[in-house]
């Protein structure tokens, strides 16, 4: 499978400008249609997501460079292409899959992307949202979406970028939590800054479509 040239990363989470005004860069990617959806979705995202500047991530970090994964993949292309990529990452996931679950709130998208995927085939796998806290009111639920699965089942968690991969501990521990297992992580881009060592640590299987070197370049 071809790959794109690399150029620069993906940044992630809310963000504000440290200072001035953040200049877009927009990578020089050929035009790749008939490549594969994983080739397709890394040239929209260079086109539409990545950004240089000085940034404040949700982490605490300064950051030189910002990718936001929503601009790309909530065009109808884009949700096709990422729903594809993600899917076949989780399909050689070790054991079964019963679900695919995002974090509020970009991997919410990403899971019903999954989701429509995956309808065609034939094992479906139906989308979770996990809440960045409990609701409330009314049932005070972490996860929604996830009543009729099974004591136990096994869920892959999606994310749109990993940083320092705290978010997607807490959604770890909540699917843990509410009585199911995780299956793994699927991250649409890793920024290599100890996200995936910490989720491994975790005891915690991790993949990413993406790392920073596929924006910024080799370093």
Request: aromatic fraction near 6%.
């Amino acid at each position: 499978m071809g790959k794109c040239p690399r150029i620069g990363p993906l940044g992630a989470g809310p963000y504000h400008e440290a200072q001035g005004r953040a200049a877009f860069a927009v990578a020089p990617a050929p035009r790749t249609w008939w490549n594969s959806p994983v080739d397709q979705l890394l040239e929209l995202l260079r086109e539409r997501g990545f950004r240089r500047g000085r940034f404040v991530l949700s982490s605490g970090k300064e950051s030189d460079f910002f990718i936001d994964c929503k601009p790309a993949v909530l065009l109808a292309r884009g949700h096709v292409l990422v729903g594809e990529a993600l899917l076949t990452r989780i399909r050689v996931l070790p054991g079964s899959v019963a679900a695919v679950a995002g974090v509020e709130l970009g991997g919410c998208t990403l899971a019903s992307a999954v989701a429509y995927a995956s309808a065609g085939g034939d094992h479906a796998l139906d989308a979770v949202y996990i809440r960045k806290k409990a609701k409330a009111h009314g049932t005070r639920k972490m996860l929604e979406g996830a009543d009729g699965l099974s004591p136990g089942a096994r869920l892959a968690i999606v994310e749109d970028t990993v940083t320092t991969g705290g978010s997607t501990l807490r959604a770890v521990k909540a699917v843990r939590e509410a009585g199911f297992e995780v299956a793994g992580v699927v991250a649409v881009v890793d920024r290599l800054e100890g996200g995936a060592a910490a989720i491994a640590d975790a005891g915690v299987s991790f993949d990413a479509l993406y790392d920073r070197t596929d924006f910024m370049g080799a370093p």
